[in-house]
């Protein structure tokens, strides 16, 4: 899928061997899930549990299926695995994903280079900046 290649473009770093190498590193078969709908693969998800969080990479779906709720109604089903851990990721600078990550709850922690950081408390925690 192709999905991410404008956005990196647009931020000067769409490199095609650094993208598979990076993929290559982060794949885990038990971390990874694929997103159907349809019939169709749509998309591919990671969630990693860590000691005091959750992480979601790698989330990506064919821009078809963007803006349809798939995304959504994806994020909320990982989210209510475990209501009460907080949850993080991480959102390419500019990418409207953030505002789709901010009307889920989720809150800015702090940026990378070219990455801005956001966590989602678990149910019943404060929010950070609170």
Do not use: N, W
């Given at each position: 899928m192709?999905?991410?290649?404008?956005?990196?473009?647009?931020?000067?770093?769409?490199?095609?061997?650094?993208?598979?190498?990076?993929?290559?590193?982060?794949?885990?078969?038990?971390?990874?899930?694929?997103?159907?709908?349809?019939?169709?693969?749509?998309?591919?998800?990671?969630?990693?549990?860590?000691?005091?969080?959750?992480?979601?990479?790698?989330?990506?779906?064919?821009?078809?299926?963007q803006?349809?709720?798939?995304?959504?109604?994806?994020?909320?089903?990982?989210?209510?695995?475990?209501?009460?851990?907080?949850?993080?990721?991480?959102?390419?600078?500019?990418?409207?994903?953030?505002?789709?990550?901010?009307?889920?709850?989720?809150?800015?922690?702090?940026?990378?280079?070219f990455?801005?950081?956001?966590?989602?408390?678990?149910?019943?925690?404060?929010?950070?900046?609170?």
């Amino acid at each position: 899928m192709g999905v991410m290649h404008a956005h990196l473009e647009r931020v000067g770093r769409f490199d095609p061997a650094r993208r598979r190498a990076r993929m290559r590193a982060a794949f885990d078969p038990a971390a990874f899930r694929l997103i159907e709908s349809g019939g169709h693969v749509r998309g591919c998800v990671a969630v990693v549990d860590h000691a005091d969080h959750r992480e979601i990479h790698s989330f990506y779906l064919e821009p078809e299926a963007q803006g349809r709720g798939l995304g959504r109604a994806v994020l909320d089903a990982i989210l209510a695995e475990h209501p009460g851990r907080a949850t993080r990721l991480e959102v390419l600078k500019g990418s409207s994903a953030a505002r789709f990550y901010e009307r889920a709850g989720f809150h800015l922690t702090g940026e990378a280079e070219f990455d801005l950081l956001y966590e989602r408390p678990g149910l019943g925690a404060t929010p950070p900046g609170s």
